[in-house]
């Protein structure tokens, strides 16, 4: 399955969802999907992926699990973020009402899925 289907099945799942990125260890956009601006995704993407290396970095040196994903809020909206393979990162951004931790299952069975057809 190509990666926009599977991003583009990920946003039409999950109620309140506006967009997906696969983003790659650079931060630069592999495949994205957006009912709206697709630049604005692109930024969002680059810079939550960072985050998310920053997290992964952080764990590392702690002991504990590895960081598999993480929840950001802002005043306009959420933003889940998670490591697909060592390399790469997917970013779904969703209404300030969704509920993200409705949107959690499905964005982890996308993960898998992308892992899938990296590797």
């Not at 999907?33 to 590392?60: C, R, Y």
């Not at 959690?104 to 990296?118: N, V």
Request: charged share 25%; net charge negative; aromatic share 6%.
């Amino acid at each position: 399955m190509p990666f926009k289907a599977i991003l583009a099945d990920l946003v039409e799942s999950v109620p309140g969802a506006t967009g997906a990125i696969l983003a790659d260890w650079e931060g630069e956009a592999v495949e994205q999907t957006a009912l709206h601006d697709d630049f604005e995704l692109k930024v969002v993407g680059a810079h939550k992926g960072i985050i998310l290396n920053q997290m992964k970095d952080l764990q590392s040196k702690l002991s504990g699990d590895t960081v598999r994903d993480a929840i950001i809020t802002t005043a306009h909206q959420h933003v889940i973020v998670g490591a697909v393979g060592k390399d790469y990162s997917l970013v779904m951004t969703l209404v300030r009402e969704a509920i993200p931790a409705r949107a959690l299952f499905r964005f982890r069975q996308t993960i898998e899925l992308l892992a899938k057809e990296i590797y």
